[in-house]
């Protein structure tokens, strides 16, 4: 009898033990609960399993309310080991707080956190619908509408939860998320431009489509990669993205240039489509390197290229005779010159991401102000292409200087806390030159700094 009863406690105690350890919870490093696991790059960067030459990984689990256990598995001599490391609360609020100390440390503004993973999701679920969705049933020359519809779906559906359980343990960074998706999203022009520079002329469109949807899949994994490998923050990110769209935009300008569009050269428009993106992306990642930029200095600097773009054409509309190549040319040297610009005007400043808008949106009042302007007062039987031209530009270069100046603590005598624009407008009648002196409503704009 006494043996049957320490049997039964024996399994007792066996069993109890075994629902113990089966109700230990895996728990994150980090207070977003975005860090589960600590691998080998992690530790790279956070230096706290130094005494584990062979470190692989270590997970955290919660026992009970007050004791917790860290599991480090590291390799010695071709072997997989495991030591566990009991915790009580204390000692794990410091565990946090080291590894929150140290994620600051490597580059401010870089955090991980739940919203830059929910950026990246709704990102892919967007390309799913608006490209994923629709190409693969192209690509797979499927004809039946039922069908083709069905996997429209359940192709945009895979690039939602793909993505999620991808990301579930995995700490997302905004400037990983802002890399990605840019590299998702220009891929598929990247395919489309490889395309045309490998078949030319005989490229198939279902090849076409396939070869976009790998380029845009593989661009957005390895900018993962690039990104979480050098702790990138999102102005860095939004810098090189600013240059990759602008050598795109010169690698088209070139391509007319060389005539290739007349020529229908397609594998040489190709070819310079993607040479322009590189070379714009090698320029935004040495901008970046140069200074560190915020999401707003990318905005600003996108304006200026902008600007820069478009202020030049109304000397090639005025002086070129409607020469296409003479408005390339300007609009190329224009916007090379504007990002330069931008570059030179956030080199003192961190604009935050309302401020960098509202600068652009600055520029875009004021061009429509200057067209509105120009509209009021030019003869709509002459041709007023350039005075639209010129007058739109002004307006938006003034625009958006003076909400720069507004925003930008580096301005003489300008307080970025107290700076507020006054604006006083009023209709007035100006003269017209012609046979015979006319008057023609006009604008009167005044603005002063308080």
């Known amino acids: 009898m006494i043996l049957k009863c320490k049997l039964v406690i024996a399994v007792l105690v066996i069993l109890l033990a075994s629902i113990s350890v089966a109700q230990e919870r895996q728990i994150p490093f980090d207070s977003q609960g975005t860090i589960y696991i600590l691998n080998q790059h992690h530790e790279s960067n956070l230096r706290l399993f130094t005494d584990y030459s062979g470190f692989q990984e270590a997970r955290l689990f919660q026992i009970d309310d007050d004791n917790f256990v860290l599991e480090v598995y590291y390799q010695h001599q071709g072997q997989i080991y495991k030591k566990r490391i009991f915790l009580n609360a204390e000692q794990l609020s410091a565990l946090r707080g080291k590894i929150a100390d140290r994620l600051k440390v490597q580059r401010p503004g870089a955090e991980r956190n739940e919203d830059a993973r929910t950026k990246l999701v709704v990102g892919s679920l967007g390309l799913g619908i608006g490209y994923y969705g629709w190409a693969v049933p192209a690509t797979l020359d499927v004809s039946d509408g039922k069908t083709a519809l069905a996997l429209y779906m359940l192709t945009s559906s895979a690039t939602f939860f793909s993505t999620l359980r991808a990301t579930r343990h995995y700490p997302v960074t905004d400037g990983i998320a802002t890399l990605t998706m840019y590299g998702g999203v220009r891929g598929i022009f990247h395919g489309f431009a490889l ?34 490998k050098n702790n990138m923050l999102p102005g860095t990110a939004e810098c090189i993205g600013l240059g990759g769209d602008v050598g795109i935009f010169w690698g088209a300008g070139t391509a007319s240039l060389a005539d290739f569009y007349n020529d229908d050269n397609i594998r040489g428009m190709g070819a310079l489509w993607l040479a322009g993106s590189g070379l714009g992306l090698w320029t935004g990642k040495w901008l970046s390197s140069q200074q560190t930029y915020t ?8 304006g200026t290229t902008v600007l820069g773009a478009y202020a030049p054409l109304v000397f090639a509309d005025g002086f070129a005779d409607g020469k296409s190549d003479a408005y390339w040319s300007a609009t190329l040297l224009g916007s090379a ?59 938006a270069i003034g625009g958006f200087w003076a909400m720069y100046h507004a925003y930008s603590p580096s301005s003489a005598g300008i307080d970025q806390r107290s700076s507020a624009l006054n604006m006083n407008m009023a209709i007035t ?11 023609a409503p006009g604008i009167q704009i005044q603005w002063q700094w308080n």
Do not use: K
């Open 195 to 228: 395309s045309a520079a490998l078949f030319g002329d005989n490229s198939d469109s279902r090849a076409t489509l396939a070869l976009s949807i790998l380029t845009s899949v593989g661009e957005a994994l390895w900018d993962f990669h690039v990104a979480d």
């Open 295 to 302: 999401r707003g200095d990318a905005y600003v600097a996108y």
């Open 337 to 395: 010159v504007g990002l330069g610009c931008g570059h030179l005007l956030t080199s003192h400043n961190n604009f935050s991401t309302s401020q960098g808008t509202l600068i652009n949106l600055g520029g875009v009042a004021g061009g429509l102000l200057g067209l509105g302007i120009a509209y009021l007062i030019a003869d709509e039987n002459n041709d007023n292409s350039t005075f639209y031209l010129g007058s739109s530009s002004l307006g």
């Open 429 to 439: 009648a100006l003269p017209v030159p012609g046979p015979q002196l006319q008057m």
